[in-house]
């Protein structure tokens, strides 16, 4: 094994394949960086720094999360699309980065299409409707929607990314109705807002299920076909008469383009590996997420299918990328 080693660290270009090949079996041999664009401390971080706790412990080299939130998961993914790829450098993102940016993001700052290897979905979940319930006074997703219907205009929902606005968006899409849309930088700066009344209403994820069980929110519906096993008292909008909202969420892994193959191969593995464990398993309860990994080469198909999804609904939407 030294050996091998030490003629991978002189390794000539001449050299075959072969030889690539078996440098590539110590894989991974130092620290490996997880390249995150999640808030330190929220839901996602928490599962993403689960995953990295177990990938220490399956290879035995140190595994670090270094978060990079902001540019709506753009800063993230370009230092990992520009990292050097050796298989060292790995983004775990939400779907965001690669569905919706490319539709509402004139510049971005990485390449979603040429600049990753797609590895695996990894989680996913649906998104949460939560409501003031002292501003929004009704009881399910169907009587929040008269009250839209009744009032066009008058109802604002607040949003970080196009993530958390794109079921607004089919809301109005379907339904026929009119709200208003408040940008904001982060969730946590949104969620204030949100319980003073600022706003009425968001979507986002399972995280904020405590400030129903508070009584400072409500919530009013999931979108998804099936009620979540977090929640199963809250019906689905397909329950109350509104199709066309199963918009969720998902986080996957990539690594950058030219990685070699079989580096590809092995942080796969460890990936599935790694997320069947139960510290993994529970940090996905937080986030109010499923397991949901894919075999290798699956992803990137996965994705193209969900952009030209979201690309309908942001240009049925009149969004124009800025």
Same mark, same amino acid.
């Given at each position: ?14 050299? /075959? ?33 689960? %995953? ?16 990079? &939130? ?14 050097? &790829? ?19 993001? *004139? ?16 989680? *996913? ?7 003031? &319930?002292? *501003? ?70 399972? /995280? ?42 998902? %986080? ?13 191969? *092995? ?41 030209? %999804? ?13």
């Amino acid at each position: 094994m030294k050996t091998v080693k030490a003629l991978c660290k002189a390794l000539p270009l001449v050299f /075959s394949l072969s030889v690539v090949g078996a440098c590539a079996t110590g894989f991974p041999e130092k620290t490996i960086s997880i390249v995150a664009p999640f808030t330190a401390g929220s839901a996602p971080d928490v599962y993403t720094r689960a %995953l990295a706790n177990e990938l220490a412990r399956l290879t035995g080299v140190p595994v670090i999360v270094d978060n990079r &939130p902001g540019g709506s998961s753009g800063i993230a993914a370009q230092r990992v699309g520009s990292a050097k &790829p050796d298989g060292y450098s790995l983004l775990i993102s939400g779907n965001v980065a690669f569905t919706g940016n490319p539709h509402v993001i *004139k510049h971005l700052p990485y390449d979603p299409l040429n600049g990753f290897v797609p590895l695996t979905t990894l989680t *996913k979940g649906p998104m949460y409707l939560y409501v003031n &319930p002292d *501003k929004v006074k009704v009881s399910t997703a169907r009587e929040f929607l008269q009250q839209l219907k009744s009032h066009p205009g008058r109802f604002t929902f607040g949003y970080t990314s196009i993530t958390s606005r794109l079921p607004a968006e089919v809301l109005q899409q379907v339904a026929g109705v009119k709200v208003v849309g408040a940008a904001y930088r982060s969730g946590a700066s949104m969620m204030p807002d949100l319980m003073s009344g600022a706003i009425d209403f968001m979507f986002t994820d399972f /995280s904020a299920w405590s400030y129903v069980s508070s009584g400072r929110l409500k919530s009013l519906g999931v979108t998804d076909v099936a009620r979540s096993p977090f929640a199963p008292a809250l019906a689905t909008f397909q329950e109350n008469g509104i199709e066309g909202m199963d918009i969720g969420f998902w %986080l996957a892994a990539y690594l950058p383009a030219r990685t070699p193959r079989p580096a590809v191969e *092995k942080m796969h593995a460890l990936l599935v590996q790694a997320n069947k464990t139960p510290a993994v398993q529970a940090s996905m309860k937080a986030l109010g997420t499923v397991e949901f990994t894919q075999p290798l080469g699956q992803l990137e198909a996965y994705q193209a299918k969900e952009r030209d %999804l979201w690309g309908k609904i942001i240009k049925a939407a009149g969004i124009q990328p800025e």
